[in-house]
């Protein structure tokens, strides 16, 4: 405790002596001499006996002898050197704090002097020179942010994403997500070309909340409606939010910007969904058009869905089929199948006897996929003992050719005569 208040008062007495001795114009051998001093001491390593002249100079000619930044850097140098050799945290500190000192005196008083130095180094550098020792100077955290965000300000095209990455990461961890938005925009505007500041954006993206985010890509869709980038992100957001109508306003424009395969396969669901047979068939061909793309059986699927919607029975069938073929164990198309026969069916009627055996192919359909339910169903509506009777083809238990055409579909083969249950 001791030996740090003494150390405190020493530091203190060495700071502020320049200070009176700046009242009268040093002249240039004095100048000379304790600049003479302090870099021999500085070049030997030997920090603390340099400080005395360091300063001295720092106060009196801070531009001596190349008039640049030379001296305030060694002393930067100096005292973290010295900070760093205590074992003390109240001494590191006191070190630590004469190095601020002088890098907030360092701009203006090369400024005055007209000397060779970057004031945006030095801004920066003072942001890095807290967050360094963040440990000792963890009170000075707001200094370390104004820092980076001033260096941003003097060049936004020159501080490097690094730094960036901690202004927007101070923003989201103290709550001010506008804030953190605001300054997305900002990079957006200046620096959304470059790779790395693109990165920067999507990393954030994932912290900050979705209704955020919407708000955000809406205004850089307004700004940039051609961006298939935007675009796309606004559109998976909207998807991930279940914001239906807006994705369905924003397809079309979607489909135009070269979307990927997964966009154009949500895209008809969507629309078949909707009933919008047309656009899902259109959407289903601009998926199928990609290259290298691998239809799967749900894309064969849908579009059945949609040719069935519209009576087109026979390319409902062979796009189930497709389904089928392209995976046996998707259960979906199986039962497609079948339904599609009774919905086709009940569309075109029965007009007698003969075309009611059309439900024991459909009931067989049921049964080969495993369907009770479904062979029951199509039992009710089987030919009666009497129509067995009156058509003469056909025996109770025997085997019959069967065919049955609704709308240019063919329902046909060979199968087992029963009668109702």
Not at 99 to 105: N, P, S, T
Not at 151 to 170: F, G, T
Not at 234 to 253: G, H, P, V
Not at 353 to 376: K, L, T
Request: aromatic residues 12%.
């Amino acid at each position: 405790m001791r030996h740090t208040l003494i150390l405190s008062l020493l530091v203190i007495l060495i700071l502020l002596a320049p200070v009176v001795r700046a009242q009268t114009a040093a002249g240039e051998q004095e100048t000379r001499i304790h600049y003479s001093l302090y870099y021999e001491n500085y070049k030997n390593e030997n920090y603390r006996d340099a400080v005395t002249d360091l300063v001295w100079i720092l106060y009196n000619a801070p531009g001596f002898s190349r008039n640049s930044d030379v001296n305030f850097r060694r002393a930067v140098e100096t005292f973290q050197a010295l900070a760093d050799a205590e074992e003390d945290e109240a001494a590191k500190r006191i070190w630590l704090d004469s190095a601020l000192v002088h890098y907030d005196r360092v701009i203006p008083v090369l400024s005055e002097l007209e000397a060779d130095f970057d004031p945006f180094i030095w801004t920066r550098n003072k942001g890095r020179f807290i967050q360094t020792n963040i440990n000792v100077l963890s009170d000075q955290q707001p200094d370390m942010m104004a820092a980076y965000r001033g260096a941003y300000e003097m060049d936004p095209k020159r501080i490097d994403p690094y730094y960036l990455d901690v202004i927007i990461s101070d923003l989201y961890q103290s709550g001010d997500i506008g804030g953190a938005l605001d300054f997305l925009r900002e990079l957006k505007q200046e620096r959304g070309d470059e790779e790395s500041i693109d990165a920067l954006i999507r990393k954030y993206f994932v912290v900050i909340p979705p209704d955020e985010q919407i708000a955000f890509l809406e205004e850089q869709y307004e700004a940039e409606p051609d961006n298939a980038e935007v675009v796309t992100q606004l559109f998976e957001l909207y998807q991930q939010e279940a914001y239906r109508e807006e994705m369905l306003a924003l397809a079309d424009k979607i489909r135009s910007l070269e979307p990927s395969a997964a966009t154009l396969r949500l895209l008809t669901r969507m629309y078949v969904e909707d009933g919008d047979n047309e656009r899902a068939i259109e959407t289903f061909r601009q998926m199928e058009a990609l290259p290298d793309i691998e239809i799967r059986a749900q894309d064969y699927f849908n579009l059945g869905l949609a040719y069935q919607d519209m009576e087109d029975f026979r390319q409902a069938r062979d796009y189930f089929r497709s389904a089928v073929e392209t995976d046996p164990e998707f259960k979906p198309a199986q039962t497609a199948i079948p339904n599609l026969y009774s919905t086709a069916v009940a569309s075109c009627g029965v007009a007698d006897r003969e075309q009611a055996a059309v439900f024991w192919i459909i009931a067989d359909q049921y049964a080969r996929i495993g369907d009770q339910d479904g062979v029951n169903r199509m039992a009710t509506a089987f030919p009666t003992a009497e129509d067995i009777f009156y058509v003469s083809d056909w025996s109770t238990g025997e085997s019959a050719q069967i065919s049955y055409t609704c709308r240019g579909m063919t329902i046909s083969g060979t199968t087992t005569v029963r009668q109702r249950r």
